[in-house]
């Protein structure tokens, strides 16, 4: 009645765990766990949960986090003491400022997300899901020993690692506003692993900084990595239009050269129109536009969260990119249903608000077709020199 059938011979794997949702990063950090609350909600509200296997996830054990991370870091994120507002000792590992607060149970929240691509992985693996997702996952920036925007532990780099123990080659997408650069360093030096990240780039002030369209691998020819790391750099206020071109046709792209044997797909919704932090005009639909064309390649996917901070929109976009995966956006009532908890969140009450609701007055758009055109060759040239 709901519009919400199993799809037949196909299997979506959710993995959730309503522990993850109640930690803090402090009242002001834009980071809010509890996004993933206001998520599962509107999933479950529109009875998505029935058409998937849902997983409650398990901690990762420290010996699957050492799979990236080394033991000295992993024993400090365990024990680091959330410091006193008086103390302002530097804490190792890039831990303890604002991007990065050690705050109550730091180590259960990073073991819980990472046990969860982990096992969304091994999912894939076994061939028991063709689509995986974890919405609390997607922690891109984090390095093996060093916390990072916002990001402890790297539950990408883990989930990628246990794919590659069954299959070849991975190919890593990565749509937050943000470089995805934790995941990219992690696999610098490997031709198993491509990289393409799309972002918002000044070349300066922008967080991570990185992500530049000439760094597309390491500059030795003969590091089997050259070429492997492929970076989209945008202006402030690409639109769906744009950016559903450049995602089709530069996925599309890597796919036909790189041939890989899973895709995992990071969805961070801070890309999204009137996020706190981004400054991208995307919308639901062009956002979930990545999704559906992903999914239309039928290789093994994951889908990770990510960055997403104006949480009525993050979850717009998951419950919207939760429906793709299970093949029901068509048939559901884009009217979010009345019994949603927290509806009065949702401002204006579809899962797709227009620009105008969303932002009043647009942000200009500082894309040319010239520059979309100019990454766009750019790219295939790399790519010329990938030959799986
Ligand atoms: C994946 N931007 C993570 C994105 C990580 C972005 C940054 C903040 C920020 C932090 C706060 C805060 C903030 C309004 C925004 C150079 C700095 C400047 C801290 C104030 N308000 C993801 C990380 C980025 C923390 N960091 O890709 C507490 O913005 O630009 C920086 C670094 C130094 C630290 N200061 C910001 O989406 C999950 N941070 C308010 C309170
Ligand atoms: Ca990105
Ligand atoms: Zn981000």
Redesign the pocket.
Same mark, same amino acid.
């Given at each position: 009645a709901n519009g919400i059938v199993r799809p037949k011979g196909y299997n979506v794997s959710w993995h959730v765990n309503p522990e993850i949702e109640k930690h803090h $990063?402090?009242?002001?950090?834009?980071?809010k766990p509890w996004r993933l609350t206001l998520s599962k909600g509107l999933i479950m509200s529109y009875g998505m949960h029935a058409a998937m296997d849902t997983f409650v996830t398990r901690q990762a054990t420290e010996e699957e986090m050492r799979d990236f991370h080394t033991e000295d870091y992993l024993e400090y994120l365990k024990t680091a003491k959330v410091a006193m507002p008086d103390d302002d000792t530097p804490m190792p590992y890039n831990l303890g =400022?604002?991007?990065c607060?050690v705050f109550e149970g730091l180590f259960n929240y990073c073991s819980m997300y990472s046990g969860a691509s982990i096992d969304a992985a091994r999912k894939l693996c076994n061939n028991e899901s063709d689509i995986a997702i974890n919405w609390s996952g &997607?922690?891109?920036?984090a390095k093996k020993a060093e916390a /990072? &925007? $916002?990001?402890y532990a790297n539950d990408i780099v883990l989930a990628i690692l246990q794919i590659l123990r069954k299959y070849p080659r991975v190919l890593y997408v990565d749509i937050?506003?943000?470089?995805?650069d934790g995941v990219e360093e992690a696999f610098w030096s490997t031709d198993r692993v491509m990289t393409l990240s799309i972002h918002k780039y000044d070349g300066l /002030? $922008? $967080?991570?900084g990185t992500g530049d369209l000439e760094r597309t691998g390491p500059p030795d020819e003969n590091n089997p990595g050259a070429h492997h790391a492929l970076n989209v750099p945008l202006s402030d206020g690409i639109n769906d239009e744009q950016y559903i071109w450049l995602f089709k046709t530069l996925v599309g792209k890597c796919v036909e050269r790189f041939r890989p044997n899973a895709i995992v797909l990071q969805c961070?919704a801070?890309s999204l129109a009137g996020d706190?932090?981004g400054r991208f005009n995307v919308q639901v639909q062009g956002h979930g536009a990545c999704v559906a064309y992903c999914k239309s390649l039928k290789i093994p996917l994951m889908l990770v969260?990510? =960055? &997403?901070?104006t949480p009525r929109n993050v979850a717009r976009a998951w419950a919207h990119e939760t429906s793709i995966a299970i093949g029901c956006d068509q048939t559901i009532d884009p009217i979010i249903p009345m019994h949603t908890p927290y509806r009065s969140h949702f401002r204006h009450e579809t899962l797709f608000p227009t620009l105008e609701q969303i932002l009043g007055d647009p942000r200009p758009n500082r894309n040319t077709p010239k520059k979309l055109d100019d990454i766009v060759q750019h790219v295939t040239e790399q790519l010329r020199f990938v030959n799986a």
């Open positions: $990063f402090g009242n002001s950090h834009p980071m =400022g604002s991007d607060p &997607g922690l891109h920036h /990072s &925007g $916002f990001c937050d506003v943000h470089h995805g /002030s $922008f $967080f991570p961070g801070d706190r932090l969260g990510g =960055g &997403g901070y």
